[in-house]
């Protein structure tokens, strides 16, 4: 089985398990709008639809094993995770996520630096509009105050 297709499996069983642990938390309610499984479902319903599709794109693709580069790739992404559930204490999760989004392009996906800057500045207010703005979340803060 091709590599990508066991990766879309993944991610497909995972984004429904999420979006139908989401959906018993409860989607919306009457009073305060979105409700704790707004998030979840969102999120859940995101990753079963990305799955799919990548399943329906590998069709026709040949074999292909795991090389040096994915293995470099994937030791990377998980240095990257560490570093950021490490670093959140210290930069508050607002950077720090916004550091991993920088990272994860740059070392991962190998894009360059202005699509990683991009990628950066699109979380960190991605995160920032729906978590404080909208949903009126507190994110856990640094030493900087962020």
Same mark, same amino acid.
Request: hydrophobic letters at 55%.
């Given at each position: 089985m091709h590599p990508d297709r066991v990766l @879309? =499996? #993944?991610l497909l069983l995972v984004g429904l398990a999420v979006t139908w642990q989401g959906w018993r938390y409860g989607y919306w309610? =009457?009073?305060t709008g979105p409700g704790t499984g707004f998030f979840p479902i969102l999120v859940g319903g995101l990753? @079963? #639809?990305l799955g799919v599709w990548l399943w329906i794109g590998t069709r026709g693709r040949g074999e292909r094993l795991w090389g040096k580069g994915d293995?470099? @790739?994937a030791l990377l992404?998980? @240095?990257a995770l560490i570093g950021t559930a490490l670093l959140m204490n210290y930069l508050g999760m607002l950077l720090a996520l916004s550091l991993f989004a920088l990272l994860w392009t740059r070392l991962v996906g190998r894009y360059p630096w202005r699509t990683g800057l991009l990628v950066m500045l699109c979380t960190g207010g991605g995160v920032? +509009? #729906?978590f404080s703005y909208w949903l009126k979340v *507190? +994110? *856990?803060v640094g030493l900087l105050g962020i």
């Open positions: @879309a =499996s #993944i309610t =009457s009073t990753a @079963a #639809i293995l470099r @790739a992404g998980m @240095a920032y +509009l #729906i *507190p +994110l *856990p």
